[in-house]
């Protein structure tokens, strides 16, 4: 889908726009600042290559990890292509390319999703035409879209780590019948915070890469405004950054700990298995050797013999069980 976005005193105006009447409705509007290309087909990215005398990138090529392929400049035409993660809100998260063309009029993006920070900014964008006089303008507004939607994911993870270790640690009462965690459920919530963490890290270098190519260029679109906003931007992703990179370790504690805690649970229950084990033994030894059948057995003929065999398996269960019990083993 190809949108045009273009200025006037109410803000950044989107409008989807024909194909076949684009190359027209452009020259026409010199208001025309950002072009928008929402899974392009084979004759809306020629219709812009031909427009704007650009090569847009290929989705194959937007995947390609090399640098030299991501950030370039060419004839005065700046390539931006970052990784940016999506669908945040889902239990899935994915990270998917978005490349950003800087000419020397317009704005382009190319991308195969729709994440929330597009969205949000043409929204901002439609009622605040200060913020977005210029293309490298509305590129910053969109980068800075980006950031906080990644802050959001993190602040996300930080409060979910939090729970998660309140939960490993805080002690169960076992007066009070409480319901014994759910190790399979904590280690699933562990796995999806890691996975989103480690996502929004990968975002969070890629657009730093970007940034750090874009201050280094002196495009006709970058005035001193605009750089002063991307190094604010910079200045941010590195903090969250750092933060991400925190958070990952605490995951890793998180998980390590969940893990150690499995470990007890399962050597409790083993001991509970060997402790009983150790109990039955004397009561099943008395109870075979009176139960073989020879005429010489203490007791045997006794008219009280059978009470007293039993007694005697009881006394041998209960012996065991109060030692244990002193040593601080039960």
């Known amino acids: 889908m190809l949108s045009i976005h273009h200025l006037d005193e109410r803000g950044l105006q989107r409008a989807s726009v024909d194909p076949a009447i684009f ?58 292509t970052a990784t940016v993660v999506t669908q945040l809100d889902t239990d899935h998260p994915q990270n998917n390319p978005i490349t950003f063309i800087l000419t020397r009029d317009v704005l382009i993006t190319n991308r195969y999703v729709d994440p929330l920070p597009f969205q949000r900014y043409a929204t901002f964008a439609a009622r605040h035409p200060e913020q977005c006089r210029s293309p490298g303008a509305i590129l910053a507004g969109l980068l800075e879209a980006f950031v906080n939607r990644i802050a959001d994911a993190l602040e996300r993870t930080s409060d979910e780590m939090d729970h998660l270790t309140a939960e490993v640690f805080t002690p169960i009462d076992s007066k009070r019948n409480q319901r014994v965690r759910d190790y399979r459920q904590i280690l699933e ?36 405004t605009t750089r002063i906003r991307f190094r604010t931007i910079f200045r941010d992703l590195r903090q969250m950054s750092d933060h991400a990179a925190f958070l990952a370790g605490k995951v890793q504690f998180t998980l390590d700990a969940t893990l150690g805690m499995i470990n007890i649970e399962q050597n409790n229950t083993l001991k509970i298995f060997s402790v009983v084990t150790v109990l039955l033994l004397p009561p099943s030894v008395i109870g075979a ?13 006794h008219p009280f013999g059978f009470s007293l065999a039993v007694l005697l398996m009881i006394l041998s269960a209960i012996v065991p069980f109060m030692v244990f019990r002193r040593r601080g083993w039960l």
């Open 23 to 80: 190359f027209v409705a452009s020259k026409l509007d010199p208001s025309l600042l950002w072009v928008d290309l929402l899974e392009p087909t084979a004759e809306e990215e020629a219709l812009i290559e031909e427009q704007f005398h650009v090569a847009v990138p290929t989705r194959e090529e937007m995947r390609e990890i090399e640098t030299s392929n991501r950030l370039y400049e060419e004839d005065g035409v700046l390539f931006l």
């Open 189 to 224: 919530r562990v796995g999806r915070s890691g996975d989103l963490n480690s996502k929004a890290r990968e975002t969070l270098t890629s657009l730093g890469r970007l940034l750090a190519f874009l201050q280094q260029s002196n495009h006709k679109q970058i005035d001193e």
């Open 289 to 301: 050797a009176y139960g073989m059948n020879l005429r010489y057995l203490p007791g045997a003929e």
